[in-house]
């Protein structure tokens, strides 16, 4: 009997056993969700193709370009106009007073900046008529025919200050061949030999500036010296004469009438 019963409890432990696996097998196991694939979005593949696109790598390089020129718009200024020869010879102008720094710098080269435009308004009118108005309303596209007329009218007044031996000296060492027209001198080649006829034409206004002042000078210092005063110094008592004099001939006037007169 007790035999019988250890088999049975055999029996029905492994039948039970063995409907627990098929009840295991029957019921679907929980679906893990996957990892969600990375995906890039349609909109930032868009743009990265319209950044290295042609057309805008041709805009980046112009807004480059832009900026280099603007960077370098005072040096432009002083090397294409009427600036370099009005700051040297007001600059001769206080070295010969014996006034240190009056007139101040600033004051100086306001000055200077304010005749320059007064002298290339003319300038730089026929540079707005021919070169940005059009561009503005669409007649001229490129920006290369932009460029060649704004700088026809800078090119024709550089031309007419230019001394031609200063020119054909920067032709000689850029190893040119002899220009027939003034379309045949590069831009390049124009601009040192305008400026060094500016700084010619400057130091001769200095030369004749020097002239006066220095006369004064020579008869005060020669006034002490007879006068037995060795050890006082003859400029602090010739600014006094040279200020005076400045004034009563209408110095300033006369100066800047002749430097306006100059580019006519």
């Known amino acids: 009997m007790g035999k019988t019963r250890k088999a049975i409890l055999l029996v ?15 019921v679907p196991a929980p679906s893990v969700p996957a990892p969600p694939t990375p995906t890039v979005d349609n909109a930032v593949i868009r743009n990265v193709q319209n950044f290295i696109a042609p057309q805008q790598i041709s805009t980046s390089l112009s807004i480059v370009l ?34 240190q720094q009056s007139p101040p710098n600033q004051v100086l080269i306001g000055l200077a900046l304010f005749l320059t435009f007064f002298i290339m308004a003319p300038t730089y009118q026929e540079v707005n008529q021919k070169a940005i108005q059009p561009y ?8 290369q025919e932009v460029m060649t007329a704004a700088l026809e009218p800078i090119r024709t007044f550089m031309f007419k200050q230019v001394n031609p031996r200063d020119l054909a000296l920067f032709i000689e060492i850029a190893k040119l061949p002899r220009p027939n027209t003034p379309d045949d001198v590069p831009t390049l080649v124009l601009v040192p030999g ?37 050890m006082l110094p003859p400029v602090f008592v010739s600014l006094p004469f040279k200020i005076i004099m400045f004034v009563l001939a209408d110095g300033w006037r006369l100066m800047l009438e002749s430097l306006v007169q100059s580019f006519q």
């Open 12 to 26: 029905a432990g492994g039948m039970l056993l063995m409907s627990a696996c098929a009840v295991a097998q029957a």
């Open 66 to 99: 832009l900026v280099t020129v603007l960077s370098l718009a005072p040096a432009i200024l002083v090397m294409t106009t009427s600036f370099t020869r009005i700051i040297v010879v007001l600059g001769f102008l206080r070295q010969a007073m014996a006034t």
């Open 136 to 143: 503005i309303r669409g007649e001229i596209t490129s920006q």
């Open 194 to 230: 305008f400026i060094l006829s500016e700084l010619r034409i400057a130091f001769q206004i200095g030369f004749l500036i020097y002239i006066p002042f220095l006369i004064i000078d020579m008869v005060v210092a020669s006034t002490l010296m007879a006068m037995g005063m060795l």
